[in-house]
């Protein structure tokens, strides 16, 4: 999904005011492979979209200064639906003020305390109807780093990868670098989510691709 200024969008905003639940979202949706962008404000939730296009915006509904549902509604004014908007509130928990956080223009809501699984289950949903499926990310990427980070997701280390290409370990640590920067990730298992998620490999593709490459890299073969 792109941006106005055509630039892919791959950050999760998260706006909490409490340090330690915002710490805690940022970790759950990092792990599962998104980048992501804390703010403890309302204020600062506008800066940052301004800044950077979000492709999801996580927002508490009872903030310091302008509430989760003015950000809501400013975010809505900005993209239309093209951006979801999920709530959370720990004070605001009964059926009419879910109700009452959809009607306003959120597409989910969710409770305090909540699990963090159906947290990172119900990201995922709404990602799935705005940010379109494909390999569009193919094109950021050269055939070699393409080809380095399905042998990073069938589970092949830097030194085996090196083997399998017949490149240096060296060479082979600069394509991982220009991959990390190119989709805008961390790490390598951020990357190898992030190339699950947009369909540039999938399952079956990482367990052939570890077979063989391990296959290849024996002695004798």
């Given at each position: ?70 950000v809501c509604g400013w975010v809505r004014s900005r993209y239309r639906d093209s951006v979801p908007v999920m709530f959370v509130s720990g004070e605001r928990v009964e059926a009419f003020d879910r109700a009452a956080g959809l009607m306003l223009g959120a597409d989910d809501y ?112």
């Open positions: 999904m792109a941006g106005p200024d055509g630039q892919r969008r791959h950050a999760i905003l998260v706006v909490e005011d409490d340090d330690e639940i915002r710490s805690l979202i940022t970790d759950v949706l990092t792990h599962a492979g998104y980048v992501v962008r804390g703010v403890q404000s309302g204020e600062e939730a506008i800066d940052s979209v301004r800044r950077e296009d979000p492709i999801l915006v996580v927002v508490d509904v009872h903030l310091p200064g302008m509430s989760g549902y003015e969710m409770s305090k305390p909540f699990s963090t699984e159906e947290m990172v289950a119900r990201v995922r949903s709404l990602l799935r109807r705005t940010v379109p499926p494909g390999r569009s990310l193919d094109t950021k990427l050269t055939v070699r780093e393409l080809e380095v980070l399905r042998l990073l997701a069938g589970g092949l280390g830097q030194k085996e990868i090196s083997g399998h290409l017949r490149i240096s370990a060296k060479t082979v640590g600069t394509h991982i670098e220009h991959i990390l920067m190119k989709l805008g990730v961390q790490s390598r298992t951020q990357a190898v989510a992030l190339a699950y998620r947009e369909q540039l490999i999938d399952a079956d593709d990482g367990q052939e691709l570890e077979t063989r490459a391990r296959t290849t890299a024996e002695p004798g073969s």
